[in-house]
């Protein structure tokens, strides 16, 4: 009987909340638009299980995966657009055009498009992370752990989101570590393990001894556990596919924006932004710590990431030397959006050109 | 007793119903996989095949997404009909799309009639030339056009990569991997109001017609079909093999450079990293589905562009993995690829009472 009792109680908690979740809801669903396969463990993935906070906020929502960038994406937008859909978010740079054109038919459905620039309609808004303030942690990290002084990073392509990075990732391990490089590969892919593995054996080849990575595939932490260096995971945790490589990984966490921007609309309090949000609102976050990081490196990196929560601290302050030694930025000096927004140029200590 | 028996000559009936028999098999197929899945089989099939076309919108889609699919088969069947292996449509395809869409650039802040026939026909010699490589190396050293064709492909892609990165990348871009927008004199007119099918269905239509006539009504599509069935026997009669070889490699590199054009001219409208989802390669399924037949090769192309549709749909509405629609894609290669079994064998029933 008492059991019962139990039971029943929170059976009815249970309903109450699923009542009081499904008044909040409103109905209002969401749909994601992902550039890979949900499974990548890398930008997808992430976006993904930001989509599954959205359902667990009580949300209902659809996705559509590997849509292409071609022709395709145009037909994908407007057929989800189309079948009641209120909010659509479009994963993926290669999606800005079609979804501008697809929001002007539908001026009742919002749209949110990751790491563009556009926003030719009023329901069309932009969001991005600040993943160079993770890359000033990886960077400290790196700058510590090496022992060759020569760090490895494999990019994708030459935009301004993975110079930037770059450039954030040299100047925090230059500070900690004033002999080191930083040696390039470009992968001109976001995506193929088989292409990632072969830049990143390069680099190991070249004799560095830490590998970072702007590319998504878990083939490079795969690649430095094989060779015994150490790696850093991108977007998602990636620890468990290479325990003794990866010392932290950057995680991007879309997964609170999402919800925030699904209940604004269910709200009716939706309104176009330009959101860039870093690790102070918790949109890029830094994985655990691996053991064999020295406790005292491991207690500076807590310290940073704090301060580049609360603003103490900035990925980029003067004095910054391009890397013909002209000054980017001056001493006391932080660099602003604008600047961060167009970033062309490699730091003091990046070895190499940028591709043209 | 039932035993297989070896038939005198391939059956022509046979050879025009086992496409139909491939994509029954593969609807059967299908609705197994989906029912392991758990999703309810006619519902799935429902969504993957009625629906996406079940309105105005809909059937202009499955158009716009047929046509560069009918346009690049049309040109490789020239290919595969006289034995040639052009397995790089998709290189020629981007090839096309680079030429055509850098005249279209050269134009991006101006206006006028002329700039279209230029784009057009900028891609089409695009094509022409990248396919001339392949034609070229197989006529005088020989090499092997499966290879060539195919490696070209993923050059073609490097090539646009570093243009749209590079020197084409749009100046107020932000570096972004994507050109400027083409001018709307650039464009291919659109056919409708508020859909995206374009004048480009007609290069397609005007492709079968024309091809249906040479195959069947001149002397270049006989001596390609004699080759086909034999190079020597072509030899013997005397054709100029060479000459053909280049040509038919031309007529396909053509096409799949004027299927470019309609991407980027269509529904683009610039060029970036992504000109094709593989179309080039779609493109020899529906070559092969369609019996390389010009009417064949119509609707094999509707067939396999509703997969693509059908798995968007089967996703929004079922969550069903899109990834099925290649599925599909590959299981209407297998059966047809199987059922070609019955074109040279029969089944004969054998009463052994006697």
């Known amino acids: ?356 | 007793m039932i035993k297989i028996v070896k038939r005198d000559q391939p059956s022509k009936a046979i050879f025009f119903f086992t496409p139909v028999l491939a994509i029954f098999l593969t609807l059967i197929a299908g609705g197994i996989i989906f029912y392991i899945l758990g999703f309810k089989p006619f519902e799935a099939l429902k969504f993957f095949f009625i629906v996406p076309i079940a309105d105005k919108y809909g059937f202009s889609e499955l158009l716009l997404k047929a046509t560069p699919l009918c346009l690049i088969a049309i040109g490789l069947s020239f290919c595969f009909k006289s034995n040639n292996w052009n397995i790089g449509a998709e290189g020629q395809l981007t090839f096309g799309a680079i030429v055509s869409g850098g005249v279209a650039l050269l134009f991006y802040d101006q206006e006028g009639f002329y700039i279209l026939p230029m784009v057009i026909l900028a891609g089409a010699i695009g094509g022409m030339i990248y396919a001339s490589i392949p034609a070229i190396l197989k006529t005088y050293f020989n090499t092997n056009e499966i290879l060539v064709s195919l490696m070209l492909v993923y050059v073609s892609k490097l090539i646009l990569d570093y243009l749209v990165v590079g020197p084409w990348s749009n100046p107020e871009g932000f570096n972004f991997p994507e050109t400027r927008q083409f001018s709307d004199s650039a464009r291919l007119p659109l056919l409708f109001e508020g859909l995206r099918i374009h004048a480009g269905i007609f290069l397609a239509l005007a492709a079968v017609v024309i091809s249906w006539f040479v195959f069947y009504k001149t002397y270049l599509g006989f001596q390609m079909k004699v080759s086909g069935f034999s190079l020597k026997t072509a030899k013997y009669a005397g054709y100029k093999g060479k000459k053909m070889i280049i040509l038919v490699f031309l007529i396909s590199g053509a096409c799949a450079g004027l299927a470019g054009v309609g991407e980027i001219t269509g529904p683009i409208g610039q060029l970036h990293r992504e000109v094709s989802p593989d179309y080039g390669f779609t493109a020899i399924i529906v070559a092969f589905l369609g019996r390389l037949h010009p009417v064949g090769i119509i609707f094999a192309s509707l067939v396999v562009a509703i997969t693509y549709l059908g798995a968007e749909t089967a996703q929004i509405f079922m969550q069903i993995p899109k990834y099925t629609g290649q599925v599909f894609q590959g299981m209407i290669l297998f059966f047809l690829l199987a059922s070609d079994y019955l074109l040279f064998f029969k089944f004969k029933f054998i009463d052994t009472k006697k």
């Open chain 1, 1 to 356: 009987m008492h059991k019962f009792l139990i039971r029943s109680f929170v059976s009815s908690l249970v309903l109450l909340f699923t009542l009081t979740v499904a008044a909040v809801a409103k109905d209002v669903k969401a749909a994601f638009v992902y550039i890979g396969p949900t499974g990548d463990h890398g930008w997808t993935y992430q976006h993904d299980v930001g989509r599954k906070a959205v359902e667990a906020a009580g949300f209902k929502t659809t996705y559509v995966e590997g849509v292409p960038e071609s022709a395709d994406a145009e037909r994908v937008l407007r057929q989800l657009a189309n079948s009641g859909h209120d909010i659509i978010f479009t994963t993926s740079f290669g999606y800005m055009n079609p979804t501008n054109k697809v929001a002007k038919e539908f001026p009742n459905v919002k749209f949110e498009h990751a790491t563009g620039y556009k926003r030719e309609h009023p329901n069309v808004a932009t969001y991005a992370a600040r993943f160079y303030e993770g890359r000033t942690i990886l960077g400290t990290i790196a700058g510590t752990m090496t022992k060759s002084n020569v760090i490895g990073y494999v990019a994708s392509f030459p935009i301004p989101e993975v110079i930037r990075g770059i450039n954030s990732f040299t100047l925090a391990a230059q500070k900690v570590n004033p002999n080191i490089k930083t040696k390039i590969v470009w992968a001109f892919t976001w995506y193929d393990p088989g292409k990632e593995a072969e830049a990143a054996k390069a680099l190991i080849d070249q004799g560095a001894d830490v590998i970072a990575q702007h590319t998504d595939s878990t083939a490079i932490v795969q690649m430095a556990e094989k060779a015994g260096v150490y790696a850093f995971g991108q977007a998602s945790d990636m620890d468990k596919f290479a325990p003794k490589a990866v010392l932290t990984s950057v995680e991007n966490n879309w997964g609170p924006y999402y919800v925030d921007r699904v209940k604004a609309v269910a709200n009716g309090t939706w309104s176009q932004k330009d959101t860039w949000h870093g690790i102070g609102d918790g949109m890029v976050v830094i994985s655990g710590l691996d053991s064999q990081m020295p406790s005292d490196l491991q207690a500076k990196v807590k310290k940073l990431q704090a301060d580049l929560a609360s603003g103490k601290v900035h990925s980029f302050t003067g004095p910054i030397y391009d890397q013909k030694g002209n000054l980017m930025v001056a001493e006391g000096k932080t660099a602003d959006d604008g600047m961060l927004a167009g970033m062309m140029t490699y730091v003091k200590g990046v070895e190499g050109d940028i591709p043209k």
